[in-house]
T-cell receptor, first 110, second 114 residues
């Protein structure tokens, strides 16, 4: 079993729908990262959080340290949100080695 | 524009060829990374360089040879690769020594071994 598990692995939705992607981890962490990978391959860091909730535009990330669980929400989804979303964790403060989930492939249809 | 530039974007090579991947970061970071992403597998860390010194080699075969001449440039030299080495190779950079920091990724080089 991977230390970082994401669900679902694939998600298809209609434009405008509210999207939730989940990430569970089984190890102690210092921070959790949400990354977005577009079809061309490039990866963008969306959030880094260690507690609570962060919001950027239509994206919201939450983390529950006690339950070892994080969610990424997308409100008013749009076809341009179609990408692979990757959860990764830092095991300790300043850790450079991240532990990655397998990714969630999101497709938003117009 | 992420501040991390990788060249080439695509590379096709035979198993006996020698080629190099290049990464350059314009963010003033002091740490650089090479990752491998194979189909249907999570990202795998290959190498970490801090202040030009290699600090992590994640059991990578010797046919992959990294080079970091300065904090802004990172190379991955390839020789006698195998078909299973076909993958997306991603470079990243970050600022080490300031607690948790996000890593900034390039667009990757998609490598195909014939």
């Amino acid at each position: 079993k991977n230390e970082v598990e994401q669900s679902p692995q694939n998600l298809t939705a209609q434009e405008g729908e509210f999207i939730t992607i989940n990430c569970s981890y089984s190890v102690g962490i210092s921070a959790l990262h949400w990354l977005q990978q577009h079809p061309g391959g490039g990866i963008v860091s969306l959030f880094m959080l260690s507690s609570g909730k962060k919001k950027h535009g239509r994206l919201i990330a939450t983390i529950n340290i006690q339950e070892k669980h994080s969610s990424l929400h997308i409100t008013a989804s749009h076809p341009r949100d179609s990408a692979v979303y990757i959860c990764a964790v830092s095991r300790y403060q300043g850790a450079q080695k991240l532990v990655f989930g397998q990714g969630t492939r999101l497709t938003i249809n117009p | 524009e992420t501040g991390v530039t990788q060249t080439p974007r695509h590379l096709v090579m035979g198993m006996t060829n020698k080629k190099s991947l290049k990464c350059e970061q314009h963010l003033g970071h002091n740490a650089m990374y090479w990752y491998k992403q194979s189909a249907k597998k999570p990202l795998e860390l290959m190498f970490v360089y801090n202040f030009k010194e290699q600090t992590e080699n994640n059991s990578v075969p010797s046919r992959f040879s990294p080079e970091c001449p300065n904090s802004s440039h990172l190379f991955l030299h390839l020789h006698t690769l195998q078909p299973e080495d076909s993958a997306l190779y991603l470079c990243a950079s970050s600022q080490m020594g300031q607690g948790n920091q996000p890593q900034h990724f390039g667009d990757g080089t998609r490598l195909s071994i014939l």
